[in-house]
């Protein structure tokens, strides 16, 4: 059973604030992906990873990073938080099978930056 | 520009009613087309792909490329389908989904 976890469910932060955010899969999959889910909008991609130390942004980047130094964790970092941050926050990984790259989510997290 | 467009954010029906949920697309070359369900305090989970062509919980869709469009279709609606669903094609160097905004699905009793 694949197992995706985030290390917050829910996390306040002040303006300015560094924050980091923690996934971790357990099934071995080469692509990890972030994603911020918003009423009306969906989910937009933030950044994702193909493969250790590897990463790609996604459609909304900016005011965050990523770092991924082991195949199970990916992180997602707001440098100087703000309040349009303010988000519930998903994790995803996935295979890079052809046929076989579903998308499997953690809990997510939700942020308020205050 | 890669674009999803799911245009009922909102789409109430009564138990034992067919329900569809909308889905346009537009898309360079052939993407892979999925639906995505998120249930009350439950995660985000797939639903069903398009290549399987397989009915997931009674859910069909069928992909019409000619309208680039990939709604999602159940004949009798039941009160345990109220969810958000997504439908998100995927391609890039890593499959990498684009949602669309969702539909909030509410079936009464």
């Known amino acids: 059973d694949v197992k995706v976890t985030q290390s917050s469910r829910y996390l306040v932060k002040r303006t300015g604030e560094k924050v980091f955010l923690e996934c971790v899969q357990d099934?071995?999959?080469?692509?990890m992906f972030w994603y911020r889910q918003d009423p009306g909008l969906g989910l937009r991609l933030i950044y994702f990873?193909?493969?250790?130390?590897?990463?790609e942004k996604g459609d909304i980047p900016e005011g965050y990073s990523v770092s991924r130094e082991k195949k199970e964790r990916f992180s997602l970092i707001l440098e100087s938080a703000s309040t349009n941050q303010t988000s519930m926050y998903l994790c995803?990984?996935?295979?890079?099978?052809?046929?076989?790259?579903?998308?499997?989510f953690g809990p997510g997290t939700r942020l308020t930056v205050l | 520009a890669q674009r999803v467009t799911q245009p009922e954010k909102l789409l109430s029906v009564f138990k034992g009613a067919p329900v569809e949920l909308k889905c346009n697309y537009s898309y360079s070359g052939s993407p892979e087309l999925f639906w995505y369900v998120q249930y009350s305090r439950q995660r985000l989970q797939l639903l069903l792909r398009?290549?399987s062509r397989e009915s997931i919980k009674g859910f069909t869709a069928d992909l019409n490329k000619g309208e680039t469009s990939f709604h999602l279709k159940k004949p009798f609606a039941q009160e345990e389908d109220s969810a958000m669903y997504y439908c998100a094609p995927s391609s890039g160097s890593a499959r990498q989904l684009t949602f669309g905004s969702g539909t909030q699905l509410t079936v009464l009793p």
């Open positions: 398009h290549i």
């Open positions: 099934m071995d999959h080469e692509n």
């Open positions: 990873s193909y493969d250790v130390k590897m990463k």
């Open positions: 995803a990984s996935s295979w890079s099978i052809s046929g076989n790259n579903e998308q499997f």
